[in-house]
């Protein structure tokens, strides 16, 4: 499978420069529609915006003219705070905007400059992923004589330094820290086509609210793996069990859609056979079926008794009570994991539920299904076994004799599968994404 068009004639004509937007005004497209209703209203914390900024903030067009504007239908920015999308495509006052925010945050007097001992703070955070004597070099060239560093100095600097290489691997890090972090709100989707042919398309969308500037996404590489919670309730090091799942198929429905990889931006499509949309024979899906984003099961990798992976991002089986929607954003809790083998390649099966669902707090681990849902997992089990037999595929195996495995083995299995891909970025490059 080849996931990505490099060596399309026609790649640059694919995807926008960054001097121009990645939208013209003229182009027409189905309405943008939410990818998930906002909930909970958070106010500053980790949002990049103050509380007066929320109070301004229409959810579907950005800033309103004034704070009286009728706020009983805004229904607040989501807590599910989606982070670190890619940033070849920010333009220079983007970038200028991202660095000031790491400026300011080592200006903590708000002194409007930086004095020696602060700038040498920056360089030695900035120069993470630069040897020692480029650090040095950097921060002795930044010294000024009154010992007092502006931020226009300091960007002034970093805009005519000679070696891009630097500057460009350094705010790659410095972005990841200090971008304004994507919500879900602003995460759109657009329906293109007619829904059950080989032309339908679900595409997405990010709409900066800073700017207002929209450019499509990618639902694998820019939606982020963890949901990043702006309250925390345990201590940092503790990962919270909290993962973004696209959905592809909804439960009850047997349209197989699927996260089209080998396309730009990957949107999401109905599978196609023999040049006709894929049904499931067996019956519906059972539950809600999809995938994680930024996680990539390696074809060259043993997983499980020589088993390598199937070239895919990692698969969801969400098993709360709502059906969600082709297409729908959903931050997940983790419970456990089911290895099967499809066509001789690893295919592993995230057991998960909403963190909305009314039964979702009773779910510690993959232990507590049969206590609540019995015969959820001998009926997936099963499923996953037999789909294929009616179609005229043989049954397929699992691994572990068919045992699901619990949360801890699970949540490792995800963080592989996300090291798979960023290994994947580094070794396709990041320019094409």
């Not at 020692?132 to 970093?158: A, R, Y």
Request: aromatic share 12%; hydrophobic share 35%.
């Amino acid at each position: 499978m080849n996931f990505f068009n490099f060596e399309s004639d026609n790649f640059l004509d694919e995807h926008s420069t960054f001097d121009e937007p990645a939208i013209s005004e003229e182009q027409v497209f189905t309405p943008y529609a939410e990818v998930k209703n906002a909930l909970n209203v958070v106010r500053k914390f980790g949002t990049g915006i103050s509380s007066n900024d929320v109070d301004k903030m229409d959810p579907n067009h950005g800033y309103v003219g004034s704070p009286a504007e009728d706020k009983g239908s805004f229904s607040g920015i989501t807590e599910f705070d989606c982070a670190a999308y890619t940033k070849e495509g920010l333009t220079e006052y983007q970038q200028k905007k991202i660095m000031k925010r790491m400026f300011t945050a080592f200006d903590v007097q708000q002194k409007h400059y930086l004095d020696i001992a602060r700038l040498k703070e920056l360089c030695e955070y900035v120069g993470r992923s630069i040897t020692v004597e480029t650090m040095e070099k950097m921060f002795g060239e930044l010294q000024t004589s009154d010992g007092k560093v502006t931020f226009e100095q300091f960007w002034n600097w970093w805009i005519n330094c000679p070696d891009t290489s630097m500057t460009t691997k350094a705010f790659s890090l410095v972005s990841a820290d200090f971008s304004v972090p994507y919500h879900q709100q602003q995460l759109k989707k657009s329906e293109e086509g007619e829904i059950f042919t080989p032309s339908y398309r679900i595409k997405y969308y990010f709409k900066d609210l800073e700017t207002g500037h929209v450019r499509p996404v990618s639902p694998w590489h820019d939606i982020p793996l963890r949901v990043c919670d702006p309250l925390r309730t345990k201590p940092e090091h503790i990962p919270a069990n909290r993962y973004n799942m696209i959905c592809e198929i909804p439960k009850w429905t047997r349209a197989k859609f699927e996260i089209a990889t080998n396309e730009p931006f990957n949107p999401i499509k109905q599978d196609i056979k023999n040049g006709v949309p894929r049904f499931y024979k067996h019956g519906d899906m059972m539950w809600n079926y999809g995938a994680m984003p930024q996680t990539w099961e390696s074809t060259e990798i043993n997983f499980h008794d020589g088993y390598k992976g199937d070239n895919d991002p990692i698969d969801a089986v969400e098993i709360g009570m709502q059906q969600m929607r082709v297409g729908d954003v959903h931050p997940v809790k983790v419970l456990g994991v089911l290895g099967m083998i499809d066509n001789g390649q690893m295919d592993w099966k995230v057991v998960c539920i909403s963190v909305n669902d009314p039964i979702t707090r009773f779910m510690k681990d993959i232990s507590d299904v049969p206590k609540f849902l019995p015969g959820c997992l001998d009926a997936m089990r099963e499923w996953f076994r037999v789909y294929k037999i009616c179609q005229g595929g043989v049954e397929n195996k699992f691994v572990f004799n068919g045992e699901f495995k619990n949360k801890a083995f699970a949540m490792q299995v995800i963080k592989e599968s996300h090291y798979m891909w960023k290994n994947l970025r580094k070794i396709k490059g990041t320019k094409n994404f």
